[in-house]
C-alpha cells in the first residue's frame, strides 16, 4: 500500500516569515510529485510540481525532493495571510497516472 | 493547463436516490479521475476513468455504486447510486493534461 505521509498541523507562522511544509512518501519508485493548495471549500490547485533531486523555485515557493530519503518539501518565503490554506503533497500513484494524496497540512499566516 | 467544470455544483437528495455528476474539460485528456473527500480528510480515488474501456475501482468501490462514463476525451460522468447519508461527501474529478492532474471545482453532496 503506497502511503504519503503529512504532518496535518496546524502550522502557524508570523506574516513575512518562511513557511516548512514536509512530506514523506513510501515507494521508493514514485517519480513525480506534487504540491496543491486548497482553500476551505474550493478543489485542490496545483502550485509546484518536481520530478528531481535538488531545488525547484517558483516565485515564493520552492519544492526540495530527495529521493533517497522520500522526503519532498515546499517553502513558502514571506508568507501571507492569503496563503493560509490546506496544503496536499501528492505522489503519483502508479501506470494510470493517478495521484496518492497525504492528508494535508493546514498553514495559517497570521498578519 | 486544463480547465475543468463540473454540474451540480452541490446538491442535497433523499436516501436511496441516485445523482449523476458530469464533469467536463476543455482539452481531450486521456486518463480522468474521480475522487471523494470527506470534510476534513485528504483525497480518495474512487475510480479511473478511460475513453473507450470500462473504468477502473479502487479497494472499497464498486461498479454497482458507482457507476462511470468516458462516452470521449473530454468527458465523464459519475453516478453515486442508492444512496446513504454515508455518501454525503465533496466528489472530484480531474483530468491529467501534460502529466499534471487539474481538477474540477467539485461537487458537494448531502444526503438525507
Known amino acids: 500500500q503506497k502511503e504519503v505521509e503529512q504532518n496535518s498541523g496546524p502550522l502557524s507562522v508570523p506574516e513575512g516569515a518562511i513557511a516548512s511544509l514536509n512530506c514523506t512518501y513510501s515507494d521508493r519508485g514514485s517519480q513525480s510529485f506534487f504540491w496543491y493548495r486548497q482553500y476551505s471549500g474550493k478543489s485542490p490547485e496545483l502550485i509546484m510540481s518536481?520530478?528531481?533531486?535538488g531545488d525547484k523555485e517558483d516565485g515564493r515557493f520552492t519544492a526540495q525532493l530527495n529521493k533517497a530519503s522520500q522526503y519532498v518539501s515546499l517553502l513558502i518565503r514571506d508568507s501571507q495571510p492569503s496563503d493560509s490554506a490546506t496544503y496536499l503533497c501528492a505522489v503519483n500513484g502508479g501506470s494510470q497516472g493517478n495521484l496518492i494524496f497525504g492528508k494535508g497540512t493546514k498553514l495559517s499566516v497570521k498578519p | 493547463s486544463a480547465v475543468i467544470s463540473q454540474k451540480p455544483s452541490r446538491d442535497i437528495c433523499q436516501r436511496g436516490t441516485s445523482l449523476t455528476i458530469q464533469c467536463q474539460v476543455d482539452?481531450?485528456?486521456?486518463?480522468m479521475f474521480w475522487y471523494r473527500q470527506q470534510p476534513g480528510q485528504s483525497l480518495t480515488l474512487i475510480a479511473t476513468?478511460?475513453?473507450?474501456?470500462?473504468?477502473?475501482?479502487e479497494s472499497g468501490f464498486v461498479i454497482d455504486k458507482f457507476p462511470i462514463s468516458r462516452p470521449n476525451l473530454t468527458f465523464s460522468t459519475l453516478t453515486v447510486s442508492n444512496m446513504s447519508p454515508e455518501d454525503s461527501s465533496i466528489y472530484l474529478c480531474?483530468?491529467?493534461?501534460?502529466?499534471?492532474?487539474?481538477f474540477g471545482p467539485g461537487t458537494r453532496l448531502t444526503v438525507l
Open positions: 518536481i520530478y528531481s533531486n
Open positions: 476513468a478511460n475513453q473507450g474501456s470500462e473504468a477502473t475501482y
Open positions: 482539452s481531450q485528456v486521456t486518463m
Open positions: 480531474s483530468g491529467s493534461f501534460m502529466n499534471t492532474q487539474y
